[in-house]
């Protein structure tokens, strides 16, 4: 089985600055799928970032990339120029093997303050 | 563009009530899910249909019965409620394809008294 660990239940960054959240894991799959969560106050869950363990190059989208180093099985998350509206609970997940199933960490809240 | 719609957003029960929490999605995913959200838990899978006609338990499934009602339709029973069953519930599809993700609706706010 799975397991993601975010290691880091809150975090705080003054607005414009930049943060990193951190997410190990562990598993024996070759062929897996990492994601990043967002969860605002309002509740949705929204995906940031995804990241295919097959490619070496970091997935990359708008202020948010990933550090995906394989071998060490890390997949953290830099929030760059940070925003009033980042302020949210951020879930890393796994996906792999045979099933359908996505296994996620226990989150971590990030507050931006101005 | 509803996407993946959960009905109620918010609901009150007295142990040992029975209630049925309803999902649709429009996006012609063949997978579904349901999960619990508790404070400092992350979200916890209960049940998944891989596809229509499959159900699977999850990673905390006692307590709670599952119906894939067709390809759209995917729906949450508690038969007899507990307040341990207090909780935020979602539900997600996803084409079942490992690199696709998930799509959740809004989730419903579920107090057992």
């Known amino acids: 089985a799975q397991t993601v660990t975010q290691s880091q239940p809150e975090m705080s960054v003054q607005e414009a600055e930049t943060v990193t959240l951190s997410c190990t894991y562990d598993t024996s799959e070759n062929n897996y799928y990492l994601f990043w969560y967002k969860q605002p106050p309002s509740r949705q869950m929204i995906l940031v970032i995804r990241?295919?363990?097959?490619?070496?190059q970091n997935a990359t989208e708008n202020r948010f990339s990933v550090n995906f180093q394989k071998a060490a099985k890390s997949f953290s998350l830099k929030i760059s120029d940070s925003q009033l509206g980042d302020t949210a609970m951020y879930f890393c997940?796994?996906?792999?093997?045979?099933?359908?199933?996505?296994?996620f960490g226990k989150g971590t809240l990030l507050t931006v303050n101005p | 563009n509803a996407g993946v719609t959960q009905t109620p957003k918010f609901q009150v029960l007295k142990t040992g009530q029975s209630m049925t929490l309803q999902c649709a999605q429009d996006m012609n995913h063949n997978s579904m899910y349901w999960y619990r959200q508790d404070p400092g838990m992350g979200l916890r899978l209960i049940y998944y249909?891989?596809?229509?006609?499959?159900?699977d338990k999850g990673e905390v499934p006692n307590g709670y019965n599952v119906s894939r009602l067709n390809k759209r339709e995917f729906s949450l029973r508690l038969e007899s409620a507990a307040p341990s069953q207090t909780s935020v519930y979602f539900c997600?599809?996803?084409?079942?394809?490992?690199?696709?993700?998930?799509?959740f609706g809004d989730g419903t706010r579920l107090s057992i008294l």
């Open positions: 997600a599809s996803s084409t079942g394809v490992i690199n696709q993700p998930q799509h």
């Open positions: 990241q295919e363990a097959y490619k070496q």
């Open positions: 249909s891989a596809s229509e006609g499959t159900t």
């Open positions: 997940a796994f996906g792999g093997g045979s099933n359908y199933k996505l296994t």
